[in-house]
Each structure stands twice: as structure tokens, then as C-alpha cells.
């Protein structure tokens, strides 16, 4: 049961980074500056990524939640 604690710990942060990631993909555009805005686009592609990673790894979602246990 711990490890599945830290997935969840992990998804509330990478979830809370993405938020942070998507206001400054608004300042990138607001400032005209696409260097800021791309990068944090990527970042942002792979912090839902790594959310996704550890859901499945939670078992919340992946083949073996269709399967029903």
C-alpha cells in the first residue's frame, strides 16, 4: 500500500507542475517568446506522460483494469 501512496503523491505534484507548466506557456505567448512557450509545451507533454505511467502502474487504468482483476 506505500507504493501506491507515492504514485499518487507523484501524480498530485506532476499534476500541480502542469498547471505551473500551462501558465507559463500564457506568459511564452503573451511575452512573444517561443522558446519559453515550446519548451514548456514539452515539458508539459511529458509530465502528463509520466501521469499516465503512474496510473497504470496504480492500476487505475491499462489492460488490466479492463480485465476486471
Known amino acids: ?20 507548466l500551462a501558465a507559463l506557456i500564457i506568459l511564452g505567448e503573451l511575452r512573444d ?6 519548451g514548456a509545451l514539452g515539458a508539459i507533454l511529458v509530465a ?8 497504470r502502474k496504480m492500476g487505475l487504468i491499462g489492460p488490466r483494469r479492463a480485465e476486471g482483476k
Open 1 to 20: 500500500m506505500g507504493s501506491q501512496r507515492l504514485y499518487l503523491l507523484a501524480v498530485v505534484a506532476l499534476a500541480g507542475g502542469s498547471l505551473l
Open 33 to 38: 517568446d517561443s522558446a519559453l512557450g515550446g
Open 48 to 55: 502528463y506522460g509520466l501521469i499516465v505511467l503512474c496510473l
